[in-house]
């Protein structure tokens, strides 16, 4: 089983990042997305390209959008939630970033 969300870039849908029972996690942009003549990048860190980008745990560019400080606090203390499960907060709490990328849960079928 794996968690899903959907990642946005100026309000139009560009991928899905995906997290896996082992720890990693993929984003992949959408091919759809890939063909727009006015796509942009999520990150500098995740050009363009339809090959899917893994990592061992959140990407780095997904993990610096989730809250720090006081505002974590409030989050993992409102949500219940760990701290330490990056991915959790971020789709708990990504869904009206500052900046044109969000991150939505993606609802099961």
Known sequence: ???????YRDEVLAGVLEE??????VFAYLPEYLA???ALPVSLTLPLSPA???TRGLHPFFDGLVP???LLDLATRNWKLDP???VSLLLATCSDCIGAVRVLPKADP
């Open 1 to 7: 089983m794996s968690r899903q969300g959907l990642v």
């Open 36 to 38: 727009r003549p006015d």
């Open 52 to 54: 899917p980008v893994e």
């Open 68 to 70: 720090e400080g006081w």
């Open 84 to 86: 330490r499960d990056r």
């Open 20 to 25: 896996f029972e082992d720890g990693r996690c």
